[in-house]
Every structure is written in structure tokens, then in C-alpha cells.
């Protein structure tokens, strides 16, 4: 738990504490030009602004139907942009030049653009053509001459569609005002079948820090502006930051949006065939560093053609029935990141002095997930991914520590990202959710016997390696944060669901019991790493057992029998 009594423990200096979590992001460039010989004939697609364009009718070539089957897409990528000069970081930038050509060569190689109503529909498992992909700009910055001068040339070249998400804050009344795009144009671009106007919020504020009614405030109101300005109400969202929770999920959903938009929310970066999770859906970063363009930042070595080739090719060709049903499962490729680019990428984000920059730079970084594909498929939700850069080389897990937060979530991920401080693999949310911030390959600074083994308790079983020499738990664990608030001194006016432990076996009666959903992911979660690691069930510990806390407390029966009120079977059975 990230407390008083782990601070003690840890290993570097901690900053102040407050969670700040904001994502904005970029990223690319791109690749390989494709000689002219192998030129086709772009597939034109030109929504028309007032057509509901649902119908798949519409997604169907005009030219003569070809005598072999359809090819639909299975899966498509979701393109962020900002504006063309985009510079957030060394490498999450963008140049004109880098933007024009990666829209062209989309453009040769024959991909379809889709309008917000192809994506919702998409989404609810209509097909769309195999070479699809949706260009989406958030615009919440001053950059009209480059939308005028640069963005809209190149979609009307290329008869392309995009979907503005806008800070409605951020769009003027008056033409002509210190470089802000104004309503009038958003008109009339999209008059043309250029754009279409969605919604990025009225004043862009990180949606997992405020609260459910600022929330539902910020996100309806840009509605209800949109819809005036436009007089077309927006159907989709795109997360201030791309920064998101369920709970935001949730509000966005129930104000009306059809879909909502974030950034690396699974390990695939690509949205599906009646995707199960339309109000978190991922985006593709298309932003680079000068020095390794074409080589798209956060990848691992892919270029944009790349990037957009592996989503596209994951389509099915159309038989006798055409209309195939929905896959409805998603089932990310689990790949476990690179522990060594990992920590490049933070030892550069750990240079930032910027706290704004430097957690921008954290969401991009690449962090997939290490859970199996199997396991990955039992979650009731996905994976969400809020990097941490306070890691260390060289973790070769033989056990897995179990904690409690004795916080919110907000506030332990705020914490975690901050330079300098503490840090777990995995946090579980107590509906379920987990949150991978640390590649387990490396070390998360979570538990800690500070300088030497006299910090930690004699009986520690994770502070000495196999050969009896000192070494830090964090170097030899797996560590799993539980959102719990651990002992209760007043459980009077308590909401939540409360454990009385009659021996008061660490000097406190009532505890916060774990919720079943919690629990659940947590078995799941515990299992898969086990297998993985080859771990034993008796090196799956509390932090009590490494050093004198009292996290995860006596709520969390690993694999006891739980006495007291009320009284449970042990979570994990078995060796
Ligand atoms: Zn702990």
C-alpha cells in the first residue's frame, strides 16, 4: 500500500502526491512509399453529411460487383491526430510532411475512410469494407491555418472523411480570431463531407480525477452545443487525455454518445467487429522522433504502414451469407513488452521536468499486458494499462506480493506515476478492473527492506535470493495492489462491506472485506502469473509477511480458512 508505513521502505525519495493523470498524445510517421507501379485506384468513399450512413449499402464499391467474395473487415484502426505541427515530445511529434504522407498512403493503398455513423455501426457488427480506417483530430488547441491550410486540402485530395472531436471551449463564434477554428467553417466542412463534428468536452479536464456530475456536466453540455452549432448531435467521445475509467465510460454512455474514444486500452490497438467495449475504445498514435522515422514512437519497430497493414489484415471474406454475426469476444494478442525498451522509453520520460509532459509521455508508453490470452478472455473487463515509470531491471519473480491501497484508485495511480516514488505491476479495482502499470519483467518498487535485510522481518520469505544472499522482495515479485481501505477505527457510518476479525490478529477489529468482483480477478490474476512464473501457492504472501504492515490485512484469507464475520473458505487452494 502506498502509505506512511511503505515510505519508510522505499527505495528513492518520493515527490508530492497528488494524482494528476493526463494523457494527450501523439505520435508518427510513416512509412515505406509504395513504388508507383503498385498504385491502385484509391477506393473512393465520400459520406454524404446528411445520409445516415448505417446502411451497408453505402460501404459497397459503386463499381460493378466484383464476381469474387467480399472481403469486410474483422478489426480497424482508429487514427489520433491533433494538427500536423504537433510537438508534445521529442517523440511524440508530428510534421506536415509525415501527416501528408501518411494520409496518401492510405490513399494508394486503396483504404476507406469511415464517417462516426460506419464506425457505430461497424461496432454493432455491420461489415465494412477489409481496408478501413477512421481518422479522428482532437482540437482543442489554436491551430486554424493549419486546418485550413494543410488538414482539409489533403482529406478533400484525397476524398477522405475524418471526425473532429472538438473542445467545444476552444471553437469560436467569430471567423478570424487569433488562429482559433470557428463554428461557421466547422459548417462548412463538413457541408462537404469533410468532417463531421464530435465531442472532446467542453473544456477538456481529466475525467478520471473529477467527479461523476463534473463528468456528466462537461460531456453533456459539449453535447448540447455541438448539437446547436452543428445542428447535427455528435455521436461519439473522445477522453480529454485519453484518460478514462468505467465510471466515465458509464456517464458517457449514458448521456447518449454512441461510442467513446481513449488511447491504449488493450493490447491490439485496434477496434473490432462488434466490439464488446464501444466507450473505451483504443486509438493508433501515428507520432515519431525525427531520429527514427519511419519508425513509428511506442511500437516496438513498426512503421505506419506497418501499424495500419496488421489491423487491416485481420478481415474475413464474405460467403454465402454475407452478413456475418459479431465475434463479440476480443481476444488481444498478450505480448509482454520488451523490459529493455521499457526502460529506455522511462529513462527519458524520467528526464522530463515537465509533470504535464512527462505524464503525457507515460500513457504512450508501450505497455501490453503479460496476462495470457486464455486468462485474458475470463476477465469480466479488459485490461486498462496506466504505465509507471518507477521500475527497476532485472525482476525474476518467485513469488507474488498481495496489498491493500488504504486509498482510492485515483490516488494510487496518481502516486505511482509520480517520479520517483512507489509502484506495483497491478492494481484491482474493487469491481474487478485491472489496471497493469508495470511490465513484470521488470521490478516495481512496491515492497521494500530499504538498504538491507534487517529492514524486513526475519521470516520474510522473499528477501533472500535462493542461495541465502540479501535481495530486495522487489526484484524477486510479482506486486498486486488491492483498492481497499483496511482497517476500520469507526465502522458506524462505514458503506462498504465490513470483515470483523475476532482475534484482532493485527490490533483492529473490523476491516473492509474484499467485494466478490475483486476477489475474482484477483484468483484469475494470481493463477495466470503462478503458471507463468511456475510460482508456489506458499510464496503468494500479504506485504505483512515482508515487513511489519498490516496490508492486505485479515480480510484476504490467501488460502486459510477465514474465522470471524463472516467467515470464508480460503481464496486459492491447492500447492
Ligand atoms: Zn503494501
Redesign the pocket.
Known sequence: ???P??KNNRPRSRSAGAAIICLLILCASCGSQPSPTQIPTPTIFHPSPTATSTDTATLTPSTTPSPTPESYARQIPILEYHYTTYHFSDDVSMTTEWFQSQIRWLAVNGYTTLSAEQLSAFLEGKNTPAKSVVLTFDIGTAEHDDFSNNIIPVLKQYHFHALFFVVTNMINDACGVKNKVCWEELKDWSSQGLISVESHGVYHPDYVTITAAQQREDAGTARQIITEKMGRTPIGFAFPYDSFNNGAAQVIKSIGYQFALAGNTRADRSVHLGDADRYFLPRVYPYSNPKIYPVIYGTSGKTFDQLISSDSAAQYVATATPQESPTGTVTPQASATEPQSYIQFCTKINQMVNAQDRLHALANLPLSTDISAQTQSKLSKPVIFKPSCNVIAGNVPRGI????TRGTLVATIGEFQQPNATSAHYIIDRDGQIYQMVPEGLGAF??SCGDSRSGCIPSCPLCERPDGAFLQPYLQSV?I?LVNDGQLVDTTAYKGLIYEDYLTSFGYRYWEDYPDAQLQALVLLVNDIRARWGIPLDLVV??YRINN?T??GPALNISWYRTGNPPRAPIFTGP
Do not use: F, K, Y
Not at 506480493?401 to 491493500?404: D, F, P, S
Open positions: 500500500m502506498p502509505g508505513s511503505r506480493v498481495l496489498h491493500a512496491h515492497a506486486g495492489e500479504g506485504h504492515n496490508d492486505p
